[in-house]
């Protein structure tokens, strides 16, 4: 199963020569191609790199604050992703949160470093494996035991480049004026602003977006998610007063990302369907 690993930095380098390491002592039929430098790319794109991107299964793609708009980055993550229905796209963050990602890698299954979302990731890499898929008590068992030697290996990285997990590049500003003009097209939609084709559009869209969460929850990511519904653990993740979609904590993603993720696509579904008064059978969100 071919693997093609791309970086641009030297800290992006570092940190995919490590998951490139790693990789196979988890899944023994992965073989990673570690991209060459930045330089390279350019002389020799055409031969060697075009034929390993062709071949590809999966695409990871170390992102660092520093390569955040990394033009060869972009350019190898949309090279794979027009063969999507074949591979898998999986840009992994670094220091970065996924609300610090915009244009095109913010439409792929987003993975910021750390235990669980990595598991999730080796889980749905093991899947698209054309040739062996280890069984979910083998896998977990392998990751449980290669897991504290690839965490040594990228916080030395963090120590030395003093990089801050949850460290935010995008300013406040910025963020601010997207929630304004989101705002902006939520009011010109009450004004028929929007057709019917793009309403359809966006709803399919966030249909999409919260089944994906929801396979993730319920199925890719199961083992983790059972593990924070034990009853030892239950109640970090959900208080005796809250719900699962309503647990009444700050932080609904701390250790369990995809639970976070899946409220968010849950709540922007339900805002849509009774901001534009979307018949469905009768329900009380």
């Given amino acids: ?9 030297d800290t992006s380098k570092r940190l995919a020569e490590e998951i490139r390491n790693w990789l196979p002592t988890v ?4 073989i990673p191609y570690f991209t060459p430098s930045d330089i390279e790319k350019g002389n020799r794109w055409a031969s060697s790199i075009a034929k390993e991107l062709d071949e590809a299964v999966i695409g990871i793609f170390c992102i660092t604050k520093d390569n955040l708009n990394s033009p060869w980055l972009l350019f190898e993550a949309g090279a794979i992703s ?12 670094f220091g970065l949160n996924t609300t610090d990602i915009t244009g095109p890698l913010s ?3 987003i993975t910021q470093f750390g235990k669980y979302e990595i598991k999730s990731l080796i889980k749905s890499i093991n899947t698209v494996n054309p040739t062996i898929v280890l069984k979910d008590s083998v896998l977990n068992e392998v990751f449980e035991s290669r897991w504290p030697k690839l965490e040594e290996k990228i916080k030395t990285i963090y120590d030395e480049q003093k990089i801050i997990p949850t460290e ?3 300013s406040d500003r910025n963020m601010m004026e997207e929630i304004l003009n989101l705002t902006r097209i939520i009011s010109k ?6 057709t019917p084709s793009s309403l359809k559009d966006e709803f399919n869209h966030l249909v999409g977006v919260f089944l994906d969460n929801f396979e993730h929850v319920f199925h890719s990511d199961w083992e983790h998610s059972k593990s924070c519904l034990d009853n030892d653990w239950i109640h970090h993740f959900i208080p005796d007063s809250g719900t699962f979609l309503k647990p009444g904590i700050d932080d609904e993603s701390n250790n369990w990302f995809s639970r976070g993720s899946l409220l968010e696509s849950y709540r922007n579904l339900i805002n849509f369907i009774k901001t534009y008064k979307i018949e469905l059978n009768k329900h009380e969100w």
């Fill in 107 to 109: 439409q792929f299954q």
């Fill in 82 to 93: 027009k063969k999507l229905e074949q591979s898998l796209v999986c840009p992994i963050l």
């Fill in 27 to 30: 899944l023994q039929t992965a």
């Fill in 168 to 170: 935010q590049i995008r």
């Fill in 189 to 194: 939609s009450s004004k028929s602003n929007i």
């Fill in 1 to 9: 199963m071919k693997i093609f690993i791309s970086w641009s930095g």
